[in-house]
């Protein structure tokens, strides 16, 4: 059975030629980028062109890039190293609607006296800019908000949010692990501070990340001993991985319009096909401003981990929710936050589609999807007719 990977926001296929790329700093080009001979020198030059690749697509200097082990790490990193730097401030600002690897920190320093706001959103999952207006003063130390949401999709409106920071001249922080390499972004265009992405979402490994930090922007080492990274972030580094991220980038930023109309048009098929078979089901998020992969749909009246199950038995692998909090039974701490009623939170799923996807995919899993969600409402003891 073929496997049919529509789960490209929890993790992607590596690219053939990213591993290509990366091979040989598996086999004889094993130096320590750090080392004095040439041996090791040409492994740092590779990592220099890396680090060049991912600022072309960030549209950054390159020296404002350092590399790191995830997205979480960057995260962690970009609010715990502002917070050291902060100078006595205690305020932080998020939303409701972050991955735990912001939230869950934030969460974690409100148990060390911070204070922590977390700004809420509308039905659609759009951000609350009023609220945001209102809270950021003179005691924020620093402002995290996302670029895109990993569950359904929705982008934040994230220049907006910039400007009322910025004029409060707070730091501000986005975690852009999802929207980078599916959405273009122009740094050099923007006055964000601090910005994460992770490797493993834009079809390079998993273990690489990197944390953009503007030029001026002052931030505590979060990982400290050698002099890696300009003494940003210490640590050996994770040569194969910061090269598979080098060439994964160019490889995004060669075609990112073209392959985003093609992806969002598989994508509205599938979504289009599902909603008209399957009574009781809506599209979870901001239609207008999603990323192009992302569908999330929610069936009433079923459990989502039900309807993965039985996708499963056809080689369609999607998600239920976040697969960072699949596990457990609470329904996503996003679609609560959206208001979605507890029924159809339930019964959400999300189907998140790559450059690999193909029309023949979207069409097997719209006919094999619908039948699906009928046998499950069957069963349901919700449903009373
Ligand atoms: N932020 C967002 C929005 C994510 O979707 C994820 C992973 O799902 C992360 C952060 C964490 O990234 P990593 O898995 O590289 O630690």
Known sequence: MDTIYMDNNATSRVADEV????????????????????????????????????????????????????????????????????????????????????LGMCRELANHGYSVVEIGVDKAGRLDLDELKQTVDEDTAIVSIMYANNETGVIFPIDEVCEIVKAKGVIFHTDAVQAVGKIPLNLAKSNIDLLSLSGHKLHAPKGVGVLYIRKGTRLSPYLLGGHQESGKRAGTENVPGIIALGKACELAGQNIEQENTRVKKLRDKLEKTILASCPDSFVNGDIENRLPN????????????????????????????????????????????????????????????????????????????PPVVNRLRELSPFVTS
């Open 19 to 102: 591993i290509e790329e990366m091979l040989p700093y598996f086999g004889n080009l094993y130096g320590n980028p750090s080392s004095m001979h040439s041996f090791g020198g040409q492994v740092g030059k590779k990592i220099n062109q890396a680090r060049q690749r991912v600022a072309t697509l960030l549209g950054c200097m390159p020296e404002d890039i350092i590399f790191t082990s995830c997205g979480t790490e960057s995260d962690n990193t970009a609010i715990r190293g502002a917070l050291a730097m902060a100078r006595g401030k205690r305020k932080i600002i998020t939303s409701r609607v972050e991955h735990p690897a912001v």
């Open 294 to 369: 992302t569908a999330n749909i929610s069936f009433e009246f079923i459990e989502g981990e039900a309807i993965l199950l039985m996708l499963n038995q056809f080689g369609i692998c999607a998600s239920s929710g976040s697969a960072c909090t699949s596990g457990s039974l609470e329904p996503s701490h996003v679609l609560r936050a959206m208001g979605v009623p507890f029924t159809a939170a339930h019964g959400s799923l999300r189907l998140s589609l790559s450059r690999y996807n193909t029309e023949e995919e979207v069409d097997f899993v719209a006919e094999k999807l």
